[in-house]
């Protein structure tokens, strides 16, 4: 098993920047891909980016591309996301994941946290 907690969140203006993190505990061995998801009220939960543990290869949705950034520190089994220019349409819970079944993209991930709330005001 492999547990993941996040932090970071909170409340920023519009244009504001924050860091999210992502610290992973257990079997974390077995890490090969987190991703970063969230999930707006009254909306599915979206893909945000994620990144490949041995090589560090990234991707991310067009919405944030070029304002968001993720990585990794695999010492200390922690997943980042900086997150800049934020909007209000940005406002989310957002989710840390491990473990990808299918794809990077898709929200089928084995090992999930609790999420945390970003809200962007205008």
């Known amino acids: 098993q492999v547990q993941l907690v996040e932090s970071g969140g909170g409340l920023v203006q519009a244009g504001g920047s924050l860091r999210l993190s992502c610290a992973a505990s257990?079997?974390?061995?077995?890490?090969?891909?987190m991703g970063w998801f969230r999930q707006a009220p009254g909306k599915e939960r979206e893909f945000v980016a994620a990144?490949?543990?041995?090589?560090?290869?990234?991707y991310y949705a067009e919405s944030v591309k070029g304002r968001f950034t993720i990585s990794r520190d695999s010492a200390k089994n922690t997943v980042y996301l900086q997150m800049d220019s934020l909007k209000s349409e940005d406002t989310a819970v957002y989710y840390c994941a491990a473990n990808p079944n299918t794809n990077v993209y898709n929200d089928d991930y084995t090992y999930w946290g609790q999420g945390t709330q970003v809200t962007v005001s205008s």
């Open positions: 257990g079997r974390t061995f077995s890490i090969f891909a």
């Open positions: 990144v490949s543990w041995s090589v560090g290869s990234t």
